[in-house]
């Protein structure tokens, strides 16, 4: 089974930064980032693949946001930059995905985090 725990989340005003940090008890080929809002369904923010030549983004989040792994320590990250109100929810780090299942679906995943929030003001 494999552990993630989640870090790096707070509080910003919009236009600011923040950079989530995720540590797996063991290496996923498949990693990737998910949020929810109350009252709103999990929703995909960022996966990447293996070595992380490969990644995917939400269009909502595309050029705010960089998904990045290091192998050898066995985490995953997210700078989240220009951050804005509606980026406000908690954060999941997500990983194992089902063979062929949809990058951006949270019923792909076997694993999650606990999750840590992160909150934009205006």
């Known amino acids: 089974q494999v552990q993630l725990v989640e870090s790096g989340g707070g509080s910003v005003q919009a236009e600011g930064s923040l950079k989530l940090s995720c540590a797996a008890s063991?290496?996923?080929?498949?990693s990737g980032w998910f949020r929810q809002a109350p009252g709103k369904e999990r929703e995909a923010v960022a996966v990447?693949?293996?070595?992380?030549?490969?990644?995917n983004y939400a269009d909502s989040v595309k050029g705010r946001f960089t998904i990045s792994r290091d192998n050898a320590k066995n985490t995953v990250s997210l700078q989240m930059n220009n951050l804005k109100p509606e980026d406000t929810a908690m954060y999941y780090c997500?990983?194992?995905?089902?063979?062929?299942?949809?990058?951006?679906?949270?019923?792909?995943?076997?694993?999650w985090g606990q999750g840590t929030q992160v909150t934009v003001s205006s």
């Open positions: 997500a990983a194992v995905k089902y063979p062929g299942a949809p990058w951006d679906r949270a019923a792909s995943y076997y694993y």
């Open positions: 063991e290496y996923s080929y498949v």
């Open positions: 990447i693949y293996g070595a992380g030549d490969t990644t």
